[in-house]
């Protein structure tokens, strides 16, 4: 069953979808479950490409969807930048054969049609009428609605918007990779126990926070955009060895309690090789209770902080959790974004392989899934 929602209407509806998305997309499809009249997020997704079957593309789609709580009808926004092709018959909108597959797939999934509309640079229109006419862009401005991540409601920039690194000067970067230095070789002589004495006193403070390294991770939320040098020393130097890293992404998506229980199993793992509850597995993998977004935001700041003044050889790591933690928000495009980055610097990091992969095929974190309606 469809539900063509009148000329108006529609254009209303796509005034609102950027503020539902959160940007305003570009060369993409936009999938929107409702549940009754009510749409409850966007997805966007790559326009179908000749490297995938329509088909097996249509149907993942669809099960993207599906997956949303509730769902029993879906919306769905094509943004291109190829054009409306005139013939003799009338308008031909582009995608149109991908959207049939699209709607067809819905369809026997049971779902219910609320519209199907095309943005192009000549103007608007609609996949659900027999002859399609071009509306124009000024009709369908979008609204500037407050969202979560913006409070101004700015949703002018496109999916890649936000995912430049913070600025740093070059004197923000040597202070960092000078302290970073300080920090390690300090580090290997305490070990060998062959410490002077005649230490950079905020390389000592800096080692001294690593004697509780869930505080410490804890300690950098409350000041994401300003750590001081050797604090995001110490902050690369833990992300870049995996039990601290996995320490980090578990208590960050968690709380303190749960960073202390991860560090507990990670040492246990790394001594005797018991296994890491599962519960505390799951979170890696976005299952379980939904993180606190805020949280992960705030997280998210700190390590894109700590990637934009690390020396490049360092960057890896924070990028890698960049991309975790904007993969656990349900912002895979910027996850891919901060992996792209990772791989032009390290193409064989470890941890970006295997989210590379996560995304590539599709997955959410379960718990976006499970989000209120936001339209």
Known sequence: MTTLLRASDSAGFLRIVPTLAGFTPRQSIVLLPFRGSRAYGAMRLDLPGDDVPLEEYADAAVGLALRVEGTDAVALVVYTDSEVHPTRDGLVLPFAVEVDELLGCA?????????????????????????????????????????????????????????????????????VGQALLEFTEMLSRDRCGTLTGRENPLAIAALVTLEDVPAFFESVLRTPDDLPPFATAALLWCLDRPLFRDVAIAQWATDLAGGMRTLGAQLAFAGSGSMVPDDLGQVFLGRGPAPDPDRLRVALSVVRHAAARAPRASRPAPLTAAAWLSWALGRSTHAGRYLEMVREIDPQYGLAALLETMIGGALLPEWAFRRGPVG
Request: proline share 6%; hydrophobic share 40%.
């Open 107 to 175: 369809d026997d999934a049971g779902l219910r049609v609320v519209d199907a509309l095309c943005v192009t640079p000549a103007g608007w229109s609609s996949y659900l009428v027999d002859d399609p006419v071009i509306g124009a862009l000024s009709e369908i401005d979008a609204v500037a609605f407050p969202t979560a991540d913006d409070v101004s409601g700015d949703v002018s920039g496109d999916q890649f918007s936000g995912t430049e690194l913070p600025a740093a000067d070059l004197a923000e970067k040597e202070r």
